[in-house]
């Protein structure tokens, strides 16, 4: 009884290669406003891919809190899909692992060939100086929401496009219940993402050449100083946010506790909590007024979706025929369309679909002055180290202790030891 | 015939074992046998494999081929126990921290559950349902019970402020999921997710002391705490000493509780060895360090469960 | 047998106490549920302003929570029933019997409780997939791998709760039965167990709730088929928001089930078994 119920209840799920049609796996990650939002994106395009080209994908949508796990997995065991999305941060740590097929020159003119990418999602492909380990799917960038209400009541005009302006804007909008600037302080992939995009500013770098941390430097440490001083100095940011790590400051944006956000392709979330697209408006993140000394003119982290296929493989060439189709042209408007997305590949940025002013403002931004976050195999503890880092000194600046360039100095140095040889 | 109104020390059997031996030699193998392969296939195998990784230099380079990776003896051990250096440092640090916090909770969480099992022993109206809404917080998921602790413990949104400004306990509104508070925060989550447990097996265990032992007590003119120590405490040995110690262990391992309360990455104060681990190896990719911590974590709790069953067991009788 | 008034006034307050402790918490999950998500975390409020039960509809579509209802239950029952089926007998032989090696296996048993899970999470992971490779029995991915992980997990404390719960009821009881001349067997189900029943029904409780809650393996472990609920409400933090009055609209629904079980089993939660059982 106990063998007929085991057999009974066993689950088949690896689509490997029957006999005669094509069949490929495809873990894709969470895209939309739900797992079955996305199994009904896709699920249109990859029948149109069947027809095209008689291979079959089974798909399987995996939320973002396994989907790290999963891929642990799988590249231990050599047992997993064909083609996956990964997350591009991880990049340079896939690579690490050599579980994947390397799109050196022949595979990635299998593809449609290296120049049809935007270079900067191309960039946080993989190590600098080895062929990338994906192809840039979707790309994102940071933006700066501003609401437009509460700027009209007080007389602001035009967003900021300087830090100092930020804050002039910022100390007019903080009064009452309502704050200027709204900031997620103890997620350490926020704090790490800024503290990237801030330290592109002030002229520092995280890891030298050789790929070794450089956390403590006097450049980084003006970078995060300036960073937590929205909080600590200029205090347009509430001491609340110093704990918010579940996207509470988007919602205090939707809501209107905060006037100002820096974040990631909000728009979709902001529909989710109740706020019309027409009470916001979307400008790229602001630089310094006067660029330090080797600062560079980068606003942004190149966010965004990579998509990758397994050495494990039992079905090479029809997993690169997928990825082709999945950066082709239709493609790539069609699914960066419905995800508020922007395409990864230069040939569509002039569609139709990407026309409005959020899409533009992060269009302009990854084109111009995004780059990508350190392609290092270590870089995600980088965020986890810097980011809780990060963390702290926002809780000693809510909790009114000052932070200082010493103590930032000490923060970043500790952390720095902690990321080992 | 024995009667069974004494004490519960364990009975030597009348008949010595070897008049038994010619009928049913085997059985007690026979009986454990499932058990036994189980806990090899999904337990033991797999812990050794686990303590051969942590003498494995194994990073995300080696993870592919893993069964290739070089050797590294005890490298990984040096690299995280060197109290010294940074990586120990903090190590030791989060070590602390735990086994302050797997002490209040468990101790909590028992004493919690003794007098709630004590309490509703008397037959009460209601004591089903009210028995059933103390097991609750063990039904539901852990990860919605911890988001909803977190949402209590908002500073500017959450019902623990609101409480304590509406009361006029406290003036300012302080924070508890960072800061010096943070440690107290877990700690309650951790008591609210236990005591539950505790007390279900309280409540089984407190069903096999027999009623007459209460009377004959009474009648001796014992109060409530002559009775607890006297006869509830003793009978309730062999169910307190399994419960405590498993408590201890569960507690001090427990990942999801704090992972979920401070979103992966914890305040020092609050700073959980199993997250610690976590953080410092899985995050990174770096699994033979981490396989490193969690066998050094796993000869301490050995270390601790040698002794504490050594001292529980000297009162009993010998087997 | 009386209490005096101080008595019966600490129990009311203990309680009471305890009581309010536990139900806070539920509390703040049920009017979440009912919030819509912009009020979720907005400005505090003791009821919801603008209560809806919209969440509780659109749960069912976000995940589907549905399918992950249907593979706890079916995962955590067999696994339950299993486990302490396997217990019974294990913590039988250690509790009746003397014999080599009961030693070693008791140290062993509980010494597994001591591992870390994140420390053979992997290799057990390596173990199954193996295992599937070499034999064709799936067992990644698949429910039955579920079934017999956690299965084994819960068996270390039912085993050694067994054995105290076996080692209180008196030899007495055994030795009546033999010399009425009943084997082991029978005298381990008409004598043991029906004294023990709740040994039993706490042990099978652990078991299925171990089951039910785990989180760490089912997310390394299953595919989206095979998923079950602990790991299935983290779906609810998607791209875009994390849906927090779907996952406590998720949460109480799926534990109305389990609680209504508490309430069932509380029969069996009875004094009285042993007392006067042998004269």
Same mark, same amino acid.
């Given at each position: 009884m106990l063998a007929a119920s085991i057999t009974a209840c066993g689950d088949d799920s690896d689509g490997g290669s029957g006999g005669g049609a094509k069949t490929l796996t495809y873990w894709a990650s969470n895209q939309g406003a739900s797992i079955d939002f996305d199994k009904q994106t896709l699920q249109p395009e990859l029948d149109k891919f069947e027809q095209q080209t008689g291979i079959k994908v089974n798909v399987e949508v995996v939320p973002w809190s396994d989907l790290l796990n999963r891929l642990l997995a799988a590249a231990t065991s050599g047992k997993g899909p064909d083609v996956v999305n990964i997350g591009n941060t991880w990049s340079a740590s896939l690579q690490a692992t050599g579980a994947f097929i390397p799109f050196d020159d022949a595979t990635i003119g299998a593809v449609g060939g290296k120049d049809r990418f935007v270079p900067a999602a191309l960039a946080a492909a993989g190590a600098p100086g080895q062929p990338p380990t994906a192809v840039p799917l979707y790309s994102l960038a940071y933006a700066l929401y501003y609401n437009k209400k509460m700027f009209a009541d007080a007389g602001v005009t035009a967003p900021p496009t300087t830090w100092e302006e930020l804050i002039t804007v910022g100390k007019k909008l903080t009064k009452g219940q309502q704050w200027g600037l709204a900031v997620e302080g103890a997620n350490p992939s926020e704090n790490a993402h800024h503290a990237f995009a801030f330290g592109q500013q002030w002229g520092g770098e995280w890891f030298d050449g050789s790929g070794k941390p450089t956390f403590d430097t006097p450049q980084n440490v003006a970078a995060v100083k300036r960073y937590i001083d929205f909080m600590a100095v200029d205090k347009i940011v509430n001491p609340s946010n110093a704990e918010y790590a579940q996207n509470q400051s988007v919602s205090d944006f939707a809501n209107g506790k905060a006037a100002m956000l820096l974040w990631q392709a909000a728009g979709n979330a902001f529909k989710a909590q109740g706020m019309a697209a027409d009470a916001y408006g979307v400008a790229p993140v602001p630089f310094p007024g006067t660029a330090p000394a080797g600062g560079k003119k980068v606003n942004s982290m190149v966010a965004g979706i990579n998509i990758a296929v397994f050495k494990h493989t039992k079905e090479k060439d029809?997993?690169?025929?997928? =990825?082709?189709?999945?950066?082709?042209?239709? *493609?790539? =408007?069609?699914?960066?369309?419905?995800?508020?997305?922007?395409?990864?590949?230069?040939?569509?940025?002039?569609?139709?679909?990407?026309?409005?002013? *959020?899409?533009?403002?992060?269009?302009? /931004?990854?084109?111009?002055?995004?780059?990508?976050?350190?392609?290092?195999?270590?870089?995600?503890?980088?965020?986890?180290?810097?980011?809780?880092? %990060?963390?702290?000194?926002f809780a000693d600046a809510a909790s009114g202790k000052p932070v200082t360039e010493q103590a930032i100095k000490e923060k970043l140095g500790n952390a720095q030891q902690q990321m080992g040889s | 015939m024995v009667t069974t109104t004494t004490a519960p020390a364990r009975v030597r059997p009348s008949v010595p074992d070897k008049a038994r031996r010619p009928r049913r030699p085997r059985l007690p193998y026979l009986l454990l046998l499932p058990a036994v392969a189980l806990e090899l296939l999904v337990h033991v195998i797999p812990m050794v494999v686990g303590v051969w990784m942590s003498l494995l230099e194994l990073t995300q380079f080696q993870i592919r081929n893993w069964s290739a990776a070089p050797f590294a003896g005890l490298d990984n051990y040096k690299a995280t126990l060197d109290v010294n250096g940074p990586v120990g440092k903090e190590l030791l640090h989060s070590f602390w921290v735990t086994v302050l916090y797997t002490t209040l909770s468990v101790g909590l969480s028992w004493l919690f559950g003794l007098f709630a099992g004590v309490f509703l022993q008397r037959p009460l109206r209601g004591r089903a349902l009210l028995r059933t809404v103390f097991l609750t917080p063990y039904a539901l998921p852990v990860y919605a019970a911890v988001i909803t602790w977190t949402f209590i413990y908002q500073r500017d949104t959450g019902l623990l402020n609101e409480l304590l400004t509406s009361t006029g306990l406290a003036d300012d509104r302080p924070f508890w999921l960072i800061g010096g508070n943070s440690f107290w925060a877990l700690l309650v989550v951790s008591v609210w997710r236990s005591w539950p447990f505790a007390f279900l097996c309280v409540m089984a265990g407190l069903q096999n002391v027999p009623s007459e032992m209460y009377e004959a007590a009474a009648i001796d003119g014992a109060g409530f705490w002559r009775r607890l120590k006297d006869v509830t405490l003793p009978m309730l040995r062999p169910v307190n000493q399994v419960l405590i110690l498993v408590l201890f262990l569960w507690t001090f391992n427990d990942f999801n509780t704090p992972f979920v309360l401070f979103g992966g990455s914890a305040p020092e104060q609050a700073d959980l060895v199993s997250i610690h681990i976590y953080r410092s190896s899985f995050i990174t990719w770096n699994f033979g360090q981490g396989s490193a911590m969690s066998v050094a974590l796993l000869l301490f709790l050995l270390l601790v469960t040698a002794g504490y069953l050594l001292v529980t067991n000297r009162r009993r009788d010998p087997a | 047998m009386r209490e005096t008034a101080a008595e019966r006034w600490s129990r009311r307050v203990v309680l009471t106490l305890l009581t309010l402790f536990t139900i806070t918490p539920l509390y703040v999950m049920l009017s979440s549920a009912l919030k819509p998500l912009r009020d979720v975390q907005g400005?505090?409020?003791?009821?919801?302003?603008? @209560?809806?039960?919209?969440?509780?509809?659109?749960?069912?579509?976000?995940? @589907?929570?549905?399918?992950?209802?249907?593979?706890?239950?079916?995962?955590?029952?067999?696994?339950?029933? +299993?486990?302490?089926?396997?217990?019974?007998?294990?913590?039988?032989? =250690?509790?009746r019997y003397r014999f080599r090696g009961r030693q070693v296996f008791s140290v062993t048993v509980l010494s597994t409780q001591m591992f870390p899970g994140i420390l053979f999470l992997l290799p057990l992971f390596l173990i199954y997939v193996n295992l599937g490779n070499a034999t064709? /029995?799936?067992?990644?991915?698949?429910?039955?791998?579920?079934?017999?992980?956690?299965?084994?997990?819960?068996?270390?404390?039912?085993?050694?709760?067994? +054995?105290?719960?076996?080692?209180?009821? @008196?030899?007495?009881?055994?030795?009546?039965?033999?010399?009425?001349?009943?084997?082991?067997?029978?005298?381990?189900?008409?004598?043991?167990?029906?004294?023990?029943?709740?040994?039993?029904?706490?042990?099978?409780?652990?078991?299925? %709730?171990?089951?039910?809650? *785990?989180?760490?393996?089912?997310? /390394?472990?299953?595919? *989206?088929?095979?998923?079950?609920?602990?790991?299935?409400?983290?779906?609810?933090?998607?791209?875009?928001? /994390?849906?927090?009055?779907?996952?406590?609209?998720?949460?109480? =629904?799926?534990?109305? @089930?389990?609680?209504?079980?508490?309430?069932?089993?509380?029969r069996y939660f009875v004094a009285g078994l042993t007392a006067g059982a042998v004269k």
């Open positions: 029809a997993a690169l025929q997928f =990825v082709k189709f999945m950066t082709s042209d239709a *493609e790539q =408007v069609q699914l960066n369309k419905t995800y508020g997305s922007l395409p990864s590949v230069t040939t569509v940025a002039g569609d139709a679909a990407f026309q409005a002013e *959020e899409q533009k403002v992060l269009a302009g /931004v990854l084109a111009t002055s995004a780059a990508p976050l350190p392609q290092v195999a270590e870089e995600s503890k980088f965020e986890t180290l810097v980011g809780t880092a %990060m963390k702290e000194l | - | 400005a505090f409020t003791w009821f919801p302003t603008r @209560p809806s039960f919209q969440a509780f509809v659109d749960m069912w579509s976000t995940v @589907p929570l549905g399918r992950y209802l249907v593979n706890s239950l079916l995962v955590s029952s067999v696994a339950a029933l +299993v486990s302490v089926a396997i217990a019974v007998f294990a913590a039988f032989a =250690v509790s064709g /029995v799936e067992l990644y991915a698949s429910r039955t791998g579920l079934i017999i992980t956690y299965l084994t997990f819960s068996l270390p404390f039912s085993i050694w709760m067994l +054995v105290g719960y076996f080692d209180s009821i @008196p030899r007495g009881l055994d030795e009546a039965a033999q010399v009425d001349g009943a084997g082991p067997m029978r005298t381990l189900f008409q004598v043991i167990l029906p004294t023990a029943v709740p040994g039993v029904v706490a042990v099978t409780v652990y078991a299925f %709730m171990t089951a039910w809650g *785990e989180v760490l393996f089912a997310s /390394v472990m299953t595919d *989206e088929n095979s998923r079950t609920l602990a790991v299935g409400l983290q779906g609810y933090a998607t791209q875009y928001n /994390v849906y927090w009055n779907q996952v406590m609209a998720a949460s109480l =629904v799926v534990s109305v @089930p389990v609680v209504a079980g508490f309430l069932m089993l509380q």
